[in-house]
């Protein structure tokens, strides 16, 4: 990933959101976080699939919280997000897109955005940073533009210039926005950076706890 693609520009970030089913008896992370402890191995969660982001972002949860929540993997969102509703699971970690449907019609409750900041689309939902008391604590899937490596500087300059022009347009912002994307647009170097140091991060946690592809 590194070698062979160029970074162009971002375009911004998709929040995944921490839901729960509704009659589990916790209203915010930390009391999620002193259930788990009260019960380790316990409660559980559904992803959709060894590293996803629905399992990667509440394993980096869980390290950093010092919990034991034990994974239920499924082959698909859908059906990990429907087991939720329906009480076969106790929570999942979906982009909030998907979910926010089912929170604000009571189907799912929602303690936390994973974002670094509030979402735009539901400033009431606090991050989980926040929630948690776990400063520190940032998860979300970006969405950007990437170049074959070797690609002239100058072009890649333009593209990312007409990128952050089209991101300013409003039609371009409200249906892209209606998708959940709060807007994080950037120049190359940053965008490189960036990439760089997403790597890392889940190289890390990846390493430290053993995740395999099954």
Do not use: C
Not at 43 to 49: A, H, P, T, V
Not at 91 to 115: E, F, Q
């Amino acid at each position: 990933a590194l070698k062979d693609f160029m970074p162009v520009g971002r375009i911004g970030f998709i929040p995944s959101v921490l839901v729960v089913h509704p009659a589990l008896p916790v209203n915010d992370v930390k009391a999620l976080i002193r259930l788990a402890k009260a019960q380790p191995g316990k409660l559980d969660y559904s992803s959709s699939g060894k590293g996803a982001p629905s399992h990667l972002f509440v394993e980096y949860f869980k390290a950093m919280a010092h919990v034991d929540i034990v994974e239920i993997p499924y082959k698909n969102t859908a059906q990990a997000l429907t087991d939720v509703m329906g009480g076969q699971v106790m929570m999942n970690l979906p982009i909030l897109a998907a979910a926010l449907p089912h929170v604000r019609a009571g189907r799912l409750k929602a303690l936390a955005v994973t974002s670094g900041k509030r979402a735009s689309v539901a400033a009431e939902i606090p991050t989980l940073a926040e929630s948690a008391g776990l400063p520190g604590y940032e998860a979300a899937q970006w969405q950007g533009l990437i170049a074959p490596a070797g690609t002239p500087p100058d072009i890649v300059t333009r593209i990312n210039a007409e990128l952050n022009r089209a991101l300013q347009l409003p039609d371009v912002k409200e249906r892209i926005g209606n998708l959940g994307v709060e807007f994080a647009p950037n120049a190359p170097p940053q965008f490189a950076a960036d990439i760089k140091a997403d790597i890392a991060k889940w190289d890390q946690l990846i390493r430290s706890l053993g995740i395999r592809l099954e």
